[in-house]
DNA sequence: GAGGGTACTAACTATTAGTTAGCGCTTCCT
DNA sequence: AGGAAGCGCTAACTAATAGTTAGTACCCTC
């Protein structure tokens, strides 16, 4: 943050994925991580309890939903609601962030869900080919 | 595929990344991977060779890269060009399908990247709770 | 002629993901 | 009334995956 006297655009990104050590590329992988990212796309339907969760994101264990949930909650991409009642009942839901990222995610799976005959094809032929 | 007589709209999305044993779903995998996002973003800033790749993509080993790199090509996001000659020298550049799965995590780079300061923070406030 | 760059790969180890079992409590089914 | 199932987790253990190290065969610069 070595910016004396900018006046140019009002903000600069000065953070950046390719760095190591940068935040963005830790949220980059804590968003983009095998059930958090697919935890994401399922709240942008909507607000879900823990069990729903599990159930809509078809093979994650309770372990790995519960450890991505605390991801997301620590970054500020979601929000816990501990009714504090018994039987137990948490309500997780995107924050604004959340919801921002959630929709390029999306964004993300239409466009993969679209391609899958293409993709198909390219993995048939690539894996008919020597080598 | 069982749409006897669809007559709605021209294409409807049939696969689904939440169902398991999806080739979107394998996809969006694939893509979201660690290493395999990062070199989609690198590449959308044009053709690179394997060392560019490695010096550009902070952090990456040879035998991550060359794993994230045979994958994606695989799925046919990218095209690997290898010109055969000695020292060796392969180029390795996105296709369409790519390049547009590339704009989507751009997009979504950027939104972390703008949102640093506010991750820092939810980080600083959830670190700082009790249990 | 020593050192570094080219694009990889095989073998080994550290890390991470997944599996199993259990918690205290409630409601449903019989 | 007894048994099973559901709730939202967590600890301990094991399987899978990621990362590290070293090596290939050749070239160019110092």
Redesign the interface.
Same mark, same amino acid.
């Given at each position: 943050m070595d910016t004396p006297a900018a006046d140019g655009p009002p903000?600069q990104?000065v953070? +950046?994925?390719?760095?190591?050590a940068?935040?963005?590329r830790e949220?980059?992988?804590g968003?983009?991580?095998?059930w958090s990212? #697919?935890v994401l796309?399922?709240l942008a339907e909507g607000p879900h309890r823990f069990g729903e969760l599990r159930r809509?994101?078809?093979?994650v264990s309770e372990r790995m939903l519960a450890q991505s949930l605390r991801g997301l909650?620590? +970054?500020?991409l979601l929000l816990r609601a501990d009714a504090g009642t018994i039987p137990p009942r948490v309500d997780y839901s995107l924050t604004p #962030?959340g919801d921002?990222?959630a929709t390029?995610?999306r964004?993300?799976?239409?466009?993969?869900?679209?391609?899958?005959p293409?993709?198909?094809?390219?993995?048939l032929d690539?894996?008919s080919r020597p080598r």
């Open positions: 903000q990104l953070s +950046d994925v390719f760095a190591r940068c935040t963005s949220a980059f992988e968003v983009t991580s095998r990212s #697919l796309l399922a809509r994101v078809e093979g909650e620590r +970054d500020g #962030l921002r990222v390029s995610l964004v993300l799976a239409d466009t993969l869900e679209a391609a899958v293409s993709i198909d094809g390219s993995r690539f894996d």
